[in-house]
T-cell receptor, first 109, second 113 residues
Framework: AQRVTQPEKLLSVFKGAPVELKCNYS??????LFWYVQYSRQRLQLLLR??SRESIKGFTADLNKGETSFHLKKPFAQEEDSAMYYCARFSSGTYKYIFGTGTRLKVLA | NAGVTQTPKFRVLKTGQSMTLLCAQD?????MYWYRQDPGMGLRLIHYSVGEGTTAKGEVPDGYNVSRLKKQNFLLGLESAAPSQTSVYFC????????????FGPGTRLTVT
């Protein structure tokens, strides 16, 4: 079965420190991977998708097929980055999304 | 565009009662999804639909039913609510094979006592 694993439930960093939120996926063909973010009292929204290779709000994520990882990184964390982050994978065979269990990021002043 | 809307925003049910959650989207999306979000378990897919008139089971379908009679609406029904169904329910929709981004509704907080 396809799986998405986010090993950290909570990650606390100080403002200005680098951030890396980990995501690993089970290998199966060519994955379609995403990072979604949920700020306090807001709905889930797309942050990044791997095919676009873009930087959003200073975040980047690189697909590493050898390590089956799609870690989310930001060089300097800001307090407004505090949120719940979900890694997700789209299954083109079933049109389903598989979400990780999420990592809560807390950026401390 | 309103995007994805959910009705109601909050609801308290007693065990055994029934209710229907409504999801509506105005983006002409083909695919629609119902998730539940529980602490420590992330998002789990309940049911989904890849087009009008079609539905399929997700990861945790037991105790729920769905219907997609109109393309813009996706209904989630609880026939006999149980305390284990206390959760936050999110609806989402996505466009088609060219764009897999999911658009989420604001959520419905359901408490079953």
């Amino acid at each position: 079965a396809q799986r998405v694993t986010q090993p950290e439930k909570l990650l606390s960093v100080f403002k200005g420190a680098p951030v890396e939120l980990k995501c690993n996926y089970s290998y199966s063909g060519s994955p379609e991977l995403f990072w979604y973010v949920q700020y306090s009292r807001q709905r889930l929204q797309l942050l990044l998708r791997h095919i676009s290779r873009e930087s959003i709000k200073g975040f980047t994520a690189d697909l590493n097929k050898g390590e089956t990882s799609f870690h989310l990184k930001k060089p300097f964390a800001q307090e407004e980055d505090s949120a719940m982050y979900y890694c997700a994978r789209f299954s083109s065979g079933t049109y389903k999304y598989i979400f990780g269990t999420g990592t809560r990021l807390k950026v401390l002043a | 565009n309103a995007g994805v809307t959910q009705t109601p925003k909050f609801r308290v049910l007693k065990t055994g009662q029934s209710m229907t959650l409504l999801c509506a989207q105005d983006m002409n999306h083909e695919y629609m999804y119902w998730y539940r979000q529980d602490p420590g378990m992330g998002l789990r897919l309940i049911h989904y639909s890849v087009g009008e008139g079609t539905t399929a089971k997700g990861e945790v379908p037991d105790g729920y039913n769905v219907s997609r009679l109109k393309k813009q609406n996706f209904l989630l029904g609880l026939e006999s609510a149980a305390p284990s169904q206390t959760s936050v329910y999110f609806c989402a929709s996505s466009w088609d094979k060219l764009s897999y981004e999911q658009y989420f509704g604001p959520g419905t907080r359901l408490t079953v006592t």
